[in-house]
C-alpha cells in the first residue's frame, strides 16, 4: 500500500500539523494559473478552433464538431442498460424531492407606513453544467446540477462534458440530459470547456452561470473566468474531492476505510483524512485499508491519493473537531455512537454523513442532497449547491406620498450627513411639489 501517514497530532510541531492538512492540489498554484490563463485566452481569440484543438488534444483526436445533436442523444440514451436507468430515476426521484422543496418564495413587507420592500426571485437565463470525465463517467453530476437547473426552469441548460476516445458521451450522462430537460450539450471539458461558457464561441452563447466540480485546471479556470468584467457568476470553489472521518471504538473499521477509499478512487489529487482518539482503531483501518485497496479496480489511483492522506490520532473528540473546523472538508463522516451530540460544533463542512450506516457514497448518489460542494477549505464561507443557486434574487420596493413623507427626515438627514445633497434633494423636491 502507498506510504499513508499515521500521526500522533499533539507530536507534531504547528507548522508540521498545517503541512499536513495542505491539500495537495494547491501545490501547484502559480504554474497551472498561467496555464489556464493560456487556455482561456485562445479560446478567447479563436473560438470553437481553439476549444477543438484542446478536445482532439486531451480527449478524441478525429473530433470535428462540439455540439451534440438531438439524434446523438437519443441514439446514446436509448442505449442505457435497464439496472442503469432504474438507479437513475431512482436518483432522480430522492434529488428532485429534496430540492423541490426549496423551491423560492417572494417576500413582501410593510416597513413603515406606505412603504412596502419585496425580494422576489428570477430563474437564470442561462447556465452552464459542467460534468468532469476523464478516468470516470459522472452521471450522478449531471443530476445534482440537472435536477435543480429543471426545478428553476432556466431557459437555456447547457451541459458540457469531455468526449470519450471515439467521440461520445456515454449513454448514461445523455440519459439524464433527456431527462432533466438539458437544452444544448456540447462534447468539450477541462479548461477549454469554463472558457467557452464563460466568453461564448461561434456555436455556443455564453451563460450567466457555471456549475459544476472538476480538477485543479477545472477549478482555476471558473476562479479566473468569473474576474472577467461583465463574465459569468460561478457556483463555488469545487475542485479534487476531499473527505474526513471522525470516529472512536464505537466505529466499525472496514466501514471507515470503505468510504476513505470511496474518495481517494475519484483522483491522484483527492486527500482523505482519518481523525480517532482510538490507537487500535487507527490500526484496524490501516489493515483494512490494504485489504480492501486490493479489491479496487482503480486501486493504483486511489494510492496515489493516499500518499497525500493522512490517519491521525487525536487526544480526544474534542481536538477532532477543533481540527475539522480548521480543515472544513468537503465531507465530513461522523462515524460516532454519539454522533448527533456533536452536530452543533461541526458546522465548517460541506455536507455531513452522521452514523455508522450514512456512507458518504449515498450522497454521492442517492439520498437526495446535492454533491457538489465547496473544496480547499472553503466550507468555512461557500455553502452546498442547491436549488436557490440557479435564481438570482432582487427587490422591489413601492412607497406612497405619505410614506415618503414619513421616512422623508431619516432619508434627509442621513444623505446631508453622507454630503450628498442630490440624495436629499431627490426627496425634498417631491415633498415640495406635493404642497
Same mark, same amino acid.
Given at each position: ?60 483526436? #478525429? ?16 442505449? +442505457? ?44 437565463? =442561462? ?8 478516468? !470516470? ?55 477549454? !470547456?469554463?472558457?467557452?461558457? =464563460? ?7 455564453? +451563460? ?41 471504538? @464505537? ?10 477509499? @470511496? ?8 486527500? +482523505?483524512?482519518?481523525?480517532?482518539? #482510538? ?42 473537531? !477543533?481540527?475539522?473546523?480548521?480543515? =472544513? ?62 435564481? %438570482? %434574487? ?5 412607497? #406612497? ?13 442621513? !444623505?446631508?450627513?453622507?454630503?450628498? @445633497? ?5 426627496? @425634498? ?7
Amino acid at each position: 500500500m502507498a506510504q499513508l501517514q499515521q500521526v500522533i497530532w499533539q507530536q507534531l510541531t504547528a507548522d508540521q500539523q498545517r503541512q499536513l492538512l495542505a491539500r495537495p492540489a494547491q501545490a501547484q498554484s502559480a504554474e497551472l494559473l498561467s496555464q489556464v490563463q493560456a487556455i482561456i485566452d485562445a479560446v478567447a481569440n479563436d473560438g470553437d478552433a481553439a476549444v477543438l484543438k484542446y478536445t482532439q488534444q486531451f480527449d478524441c483526436p #478525429s473530433l470535428t464538431e462540439l455540439r451534440y445533436d438531438e439524434a446523438a442523444i437519443a441514439a446514446q440514451a436509448a442505449l +442505457v442498460e435497464p439496472q442503469v436507468k432504474a438507479a437513475i430515476d431512482t436518483a432522480y426521484q430522492t434529488i428532485y424531492a429534496f430540492h423541490q422543496a426549496q423551491q423560492p418564495q417572494a417576500v413582501t413587507v410593510t416597513t413603515a407606513p406606505g412603504v412596502s420592500c419585496t425580494q422576489q426571485y428570477h430563474a437564470l437565463e =442561462a447556465v452552464g453544467l459542467y460534468i468532469p470525465g476523464g478516468t !470516470a463517467v459522472l452521471p450522478s453530476t449531471a443530476l445534482m446540477l440537472g435536477v435543480p437547473a429543471q426545478l428553476a426552469n432556466n431557459p437555456r441548460r447547457v451541459l458540457v462534458s469531455p468526449p470519450d476516445r471515439n467521440g461520445q458521451l456515454s449513454p448514461a450522462l445523455m440519459y439524464v440530459a433527456q431527462k432533466c430537460g438539458i437544452t444544448e450539450v456540447y462534447r468539450c471539458g477541462g479548461a477549454q !470547456a469554463i472558457a467557452a461558457l =464563460a466568453l461564448g464561441t461561434e456555436s455556443m452563447a455564453p +451563460v450567466a452561470k457555471i456549475f459544476g466540480p472538476g480538477n485543479s485546471y477545472v477549478t482555476a479556470a471558473k476562479q479566473l473566468v468569473a474576474q472577467i468584467p461583465g463574465g459569468p457568476a460561478i457556483d463555488m470553489p469545487a475542485g479534487p474531492s476531499e473527505l474526513l472521518v471522525i470516529a472512536d471504538d @464505537s466505529a466499525n473499521s472496514a466501514f471507515v476505510a470503505a468510504d476513505l477509499l @470511496s474518495q481517494a478512487e475519484h483522483g491522484a489529487d483527492s486527500q +482523505v483524512i482519518l481523525l480517532t482518539p #482510538s490507537a487500535q482503531l487507527l490500526e484496524q483501518v490501516t489493515l483494512a485499508l490494504s485489504e480492501q485497496l486490493e479489491q479496487l479496480p482503480r486501486a493504483d489511483i486511489a494510492r496515489r491519493a493516499l500518499a497525500g492522506s493522512a490517519l491521525i490520532q487525536v487526544s480526544d473528540l474534542a481536538e477532532a473537531i !477543533a481540527i475539522s473546523q480548521q480543515y =472544513a472538508p468537503e465531507h465530513l463522516s461522523v462515524q460516532l455512537d454519539s454522533a448527533e451530540d456533536y452536530l452543533a460544533q461541526l458546522t465548517h463542512a460541506g455536507s455531513i454523513f452522521v452514523g455508522h450506516y450514512t456512507p458518504e457514497s449515498g450522497g454521492d448518489y442517492a439520498t437526495g442532497t446535492n454533491h457538489v460542494l465547496p473544496t480547499y477549505g472553503f466550507a468555512r464561507n461557500y455553502s452546498s449547491l442547491g436549488l436557490l443557486d440557479f435564481y %438570482r %434574487r432582487y427587490t422591489i420596493q413601492r412607497v #406612497s406620498q405619505a410614506g415618503l413623507a414619513g421616512l422623508a427626515n431619516a432619508i434627509i438627514d442621513l !444623505a446631508e450627513t453622507e454630503g450628498l @445633497s442630490a440624495h436629499a434633494r431627490a426627496v @425634498s423636491i417631491r415633498l415640495e411639489q406635493s404642497v
